[in-house]
């Protein structure tokens, strides 16, 4: 019965639920695109692109790993910057176009000092005076020159159409098979932060970079740059990561031998390194002294990674996918699992070290995390977490709701309560407990259903079981059975409570009265129906889950319920109503009963003394009674046993002729009167 109370319950959950299973799969949807998408890379159509609003948040942890895990060098003897900065502006009292007299006559000297290759971080976008002395220097260089090149598409805010036109005249003029165009192109986020190399652009120049220093690996490279940190020195001061000197140094004469073994095999790059001029803000812009590098020096480290060959692996797409998966996979485990918090902490604990762990150990290891969704994966966690516990909670609780209405058709509801809150009080198995059974019947109701139409028997079944139910319910019993019109209920399980033999004579008492009122009230045309016949006994029984693994119910079976089935079956030769045996008068705590004498039921060896309810019945009487049937309870039939009988029987006659309407004591004075062998009166 309880089974198939669940699994009824599990279906109207599942077809009221449905609205919430879009819900919660949506929510895991948007749980899983959180978790898994490359928050580098923005969504929707390519007018209205959009980042993902985790992006921020991202970004400044990206930031924190690079800067945590950047590897820390001595200063790169590979390259060299030569920076045109503020003070080099005052000494030429030239702004823009930068001094490109300077320029040449550094030139001329690095090409003497034996460069290996150099890079020229400025746009000749603009004339200036000095542009033949330039040209002049660049015709004859033997060292390998990139000179800086944009175009309109890729710089709209740093260069317009005449300069455009004026730099590609230069470039055409300066061009030789030493001097080529190189692209200086570089990125920068929302933030302004460089973290990625920029994407080659179709119909430019290669990247200065790669043109300083081929490198095949590097060619459609788009992965992060890898920032370097500068090594303590004794003193705790920091030399730079990457060298500089003030170009007007290198175009002086008399300085250029000094200066020679800084030029001499490395890759220089020139350009500015002005205030507000060409500054990017970097993931190492937490842990220097200065916040932003100049443009000059994130060409200088993208130089350094190639001739590292670092090039960072990135995390697949698949891979990325497939660890967003199982983060909202263990999210709604976890939720779904209701572990106690002793195993819930150490679960989150794991998740969680999982979960920040992760970029960090593959950052330490050298991969790109730039694109790794660190924040997404702990918020798509707390998206499925929630999702999921929620769902559940609301499928629990609904099942709850349907199991306790359910369960409070057969048990009373502050047990039923009880029950779902500790379940394991519905023992899976059958115990031995003492409870307090009771039977009903109703007279004449077989016969009566052969003679009125099925649907009035359905109906009026239907009434009745409804009248008897509440009843027990009411009186916190708990209903087994219903076997055509006969209840069958106990007390005293799944849960025992003191009061449990009060309310189990009450309510076979009220049994009686609510049958008593069924009957009169019987809709017109349907014959009348007899009474309803309780029987009440105290005893012990097994009481547990029965049946095989499709279909259990929860019941009781022993001696004890035959004996009060029988007790019912013998209100009908006893001409009662309801009958109890004395192990349930006596742990009922009424005073309201009174005997009916010893009888043997039908097919038992054992006589039962028997007790009726009789609140009505004049106390003394009782007593009088009581009496009465105590001088019939001994076996012996010596002479004064039969005195004491004779008197008996005279004032039992005289109950009897002062009551002449209670068929009861009328039949207990005939089974007195025509009392058997052992002074016992055979039911058989």
Same mark, same amino acid.
């Given at each position: 019965?309880?089974?198939?109370?669940?699994?009824?319950?599990?279906?109207?959950?599942?077809?009221?639920?449905?609205?919430?299973?879009?819900?919660?799969?949506?929510?895991?949807?948007?749980?899983?695109?959180?978790?898994?998408?490359?928050?580098?890379?923005?969504?929707?159509?390519?007018?209205?692109?959009?980042?993902?609003?985790?992006?921020?948040?991202?970004?400044?942890?990206?930031?924190?790993?690079?800067?945590?895990?950047?590897?820390?060098?001595?200063?790169?003897?590979?390259?060299?910057?030569?920076?045109?900065?503020?003070?080099?502006?005052?000494?030429?009292?030239?702004?823009?176009?930068?001094?490109?007299?300077?320029?040449?006559?550094?030139?001329?000297?690095?090409?003497?000092?034996?460069?290996?290759?150099?890079?020229?971080?400025?746009?000749?976008?603009?004339?200036?005076?000095?542009?033949?002395?330039?040209?002049?220097?660049?015709?004859?260089?033997?060292?390998?020159?990139?000179?800086?090149?944009?175009?309109?598409?890729?710089?709209?805010?740093?260069?317009?159409?005449?300069?455009?036109?004026?730099?590609?005249?230069?470039?055409?003029?300066?061009?030789?098979?030493?001097?080529?165009?190189?692209?200086?192109?570089?990125?920068?986020?929302?933030?302004?932060?460089?973290?990625?190399?920029?994407?080659?652009?179709?119909?430019?120049?290669?990247?200065?970079?790669?043109?300083?220093?081929?490198?095949?690996?590097?060619?459609?490279?788009?992965?992060?740059?890898?920032?370097?940190?500068?090594?303590?020195?004794?003193?705790?001061?920091?030399?730079?990561?990457?060298?500089?000197?003030?170009?007007?140094?290198?175009?002086?004469?008399?300085?250029?031998?000094?200066?020679?073994?800084?030029?001499?095999?490395?890759?220089?790059?020139?350009?500015?390194?002005?205030?507000?001029?060409?500054?990017?803000?970097?993931?190492?812009?937490?842990?220097?002294?200065?916040?932003?590098?100049?443009?000059?020096?994130?060409?200088?480290?993208?130089?350094?990674?190639?001739?590292?060959?670092?090039?960072?692996?990135?995390?697949?797409?698949?891979?990325?996918?497939?660890?967003?998966?199982?983060?909202?996979?263990?999210?709604?485990?976890?939720?779904?699992?209701?572990?106690?918090?002793?195993?819930?902490?150490?679960?989150?604990?794991?998740?969680?070290?999982?979960?920040?762990?992760?970029?960090?150990?593959?950052?330490?290891?050298?991969?790109?995390?730039?694109? @790794?969704?660190?924040?997404?994966?702990?918020?798509?966690?707390?998206?499925?977490?929630?999702?999921?516990?929620?769902?559940?909670?609301?499928?629990?609780?609904?099942?709850?709701?349907?199991?306790?209405?359910?369960?409070?058709?057969?048990?009373?509801?502050?047990?039923?309560?009880?029950?779902?809150?500790?379940?394991?009080?519905?023992? @899976?198995?059958?115990?031995?407990?003492?409870?307090?059974?009771?039977?009903?019947?109703?007279?004449?109701?077989?016969?009566?259903?052969?003679?009125?139409?099925?649907?009035?028997?359905?109906?009026?079944?239907?009434?009745?079981?409804?009248?008897?139910?509440?009843?027990?319910?009411?009186?916190?019993?708990?209903?087994?059975?219903?076997?055509?019109?006969?209840?069958?209920?106990?007390?005293?399980?799944?849960?025992?409570?003191?009061?449990?033999?009060?309310?189990?004579?009450?309510?076979?008492?009220?049994?009686?009265?609510?049958?008593?009122?069924?009957?009169?009230?019987?809709?017109?045309?349907?014959?009348?129906?007899?009474?309803?016949?309780?029987?009440?006994?105290?005893?012990?029984?097994?009481?547990?889950?029965?049946?095989?693994?499709?279909?259990?119910?929860?019941?009781?079976?022993?001696?004890?319920?035959?004996?009060?089935?029988?007790?019912?079956?013998?209100?009908?030769?006893?001409?009662?109503?309801?009958?109890?045996?004395?192990?349930?008068?006596?742990?009922?705590?009424?005073?309201?009963?009174?005997?009916?004498?010893?009888?043997?039921?039908?097919?038992?060896?054992?006589?039962?003394?028997?007790?009726?309810?009789?609140?009505?019945?004049?106390?003394?009487?009782?007593?009088?009674?009581?009496?009465?049937?105590?001088?019939?309870?001994?076996?012996?039939?010596?002479?004064?046993?039969?005195?004491?009988?004779?008197?008996?029987?005279?004032?039992?006659?005289?109950?009897?002729?002062?009551?002449?309407?209670?068929?009861?004591?009328?039949?207990?004075?005939?089974?007195?009167?025509?009392?058997?062998?052992?002074?016992?009166?055979?039911?058989?």
């Amino acid at each position: 019965m309880v089974a198939g109370l669940w699994r009824r319950g599990a279906r109207v959950v599942r077809d009221a639920g449905r609205w919430r299973l879009a819900a919660t799969l949506i929510v895991l949807l948007l749980a899983l695109f959180v978790a898994g998408w490359d928050w580098n890379r923005p969504w929707g159509d390519a007018e209205s692109q959009r980042e993902i609003p985790t992006a921020d948040a991202e970004r400044g942890l990206y930031d924190w790993r690079a800067a945590t895990f950047a590897p820390r060098v001595a200063q790169d003897q590979r390259i060299l910057m030569v920076v045109y900065d503020d003070q080099t502006l005052i000494a030429t009292r030239k702004r823009s176009p930068l001094d490109r007299g300077l320029l040449a006559r550094a030139l001329r000297n690095m090409d003497a000092m034996g460069a290996q290759s150099i890079g020229i971080d400025i746009l000749f976008d603009q004339p200036q005076d000095e542009d033949g002395e330039l040209l002049a220097a660049l015709h004859a260089m033997r060292t390998p020159v990139w000179l800086g090149y944009a175009n309109l598409g890729d710089n709209r805010e740093q260069i317009i159409f005449e300069q455009q036109q004026y730099l590609d005249g230069f470039m055409a003029r300066a061009r030789t098979d030493r001097v080529h165009p190189a692209s200086i192109r570089l990125e920068a986020d929302a933030d302004n932060v460089a973290r990625s190399w920029p994407a080659p652009t179709p119909g430019q120049p290669r990247l200065l970079t790669l043109a300083m220093q081929p490198s095949p690996p590097f060619s459609d490279y788009r992965g992060a740059i890898r920032f370097r940190l500068p090594l303590s020195q004794a003193d705790g001061s920091e030399e730079p990561v990457i060298p500089s000197l003030q170009i007007d140094l290198l175009a002086d004469p008399a300085m250029a031998p000094a200066l020679a073994p800084m030029v001499r095999g490395r890759h220089v790059l020139i350009g500015g390194d002005i205030v507000d001029i060409d500054q990017f803000e970097t993931p190492l812009s937490g842990r220097q002294a200065r916040s932003a590098m100049i443009g000059l020096e994130v060409h200088a480290t993208m130089l350094a990674q190639v001739l590292d060959g670092a090039k960072l692996p990135a995390v697949p797409d698949g891979a990325r996918w497939a660890a967003a998966l199982l983060v909202i996979l263990a999210a709604a485990i976890t939720s779904l699992a209701e572990l106690r918090w002793f195993t819930l902490v150490p679960a989150l604990v794991v998740q969680a070290g999982a979960i920040a762990g992760m970029p960090l150990w593959l950052q330490a290891q050298g991969w790109d995390t730039k694109g @790794l969704p660190a924040v997404g994966w702990g918020l798509g966690w707390v998206l499925a977490f929630a999702a999921i516990g929620v769902a559940a909670r609301a499928v629990t609780s609904q099942q709850r709701r349907f199991a306790q209405a359910a369960l409070g058709k057969y048990l009373p509801r502050d047990i039923a309560a009880q029950i779902l809150a500790e379940p394991e009080k519905l023992a @899976l198995h059958g115990e031995k407990r003492p409870i307090f059974t009771l039977f009903t019947d109703l007279e004449g109701f077989t016969k009566l259903s052969h003679a009125i139409a099925p649907e009035m028997v359905a109906q009026l079944l239907n009434r009745y079981l409804d009248m008897l139910s509440d009843v027990v319910l009411a009186h916190g019993g708990t209903i087994d059975k219903f076997v055509g019109d006969a209840v069958v209920a106990f007390w005293g399980a799944p849960i025992a409570r003191p009061d449990d033999g009060r309310n189990a004579a009450l309510a076979a008492y009220a049994m009686w009265q609510a049958g008593e009122a069924f009957r009169r009230d019987l809709p017109p045309g349907v014959p009348p129906i007899g009474r309803t016949r309780v029987g009440l006994h105290h005893g012990e029984a097994i009481v547990g889950n029965f049946g095989g693994e499709g279909r259990i119910q929860y019941t009781a079976l022993g001696d004890s319920m035959n004996t009060a089935s029988r007790l019912e079956a013998a209100n009908k030769a006893l001409e009662t109503s309801v009958l109890a045996s004395r192990e349930a008068m006596a742990l009922s705590g009424l005073d309201w009963w009174r005997p009916m004498g010893r009888v043997r039921l039908r097919g038992r060896a054992t006589p039962v003394d028997l007790f009726e309810p009789a609140p009505d019945f004049p106390v003394g009487e009782r007593t009088e009674l009581a009496g009465i049937v105590a001088a019939f309870d001994g076996e012996d039939s010596g002479a004064g046993d039969m005195d004491a009988r004779v008197g008996a029987l005279k004032r039992l006659q005289a109950l009897v002729h002062h009551h002449p309407d209670d068929a009861a004591i009328a039949n207990l004075l005939y089974r007195c009167e025509n009392i058997g062998e052992g002074g016992l009166y055979g039911l058989d």
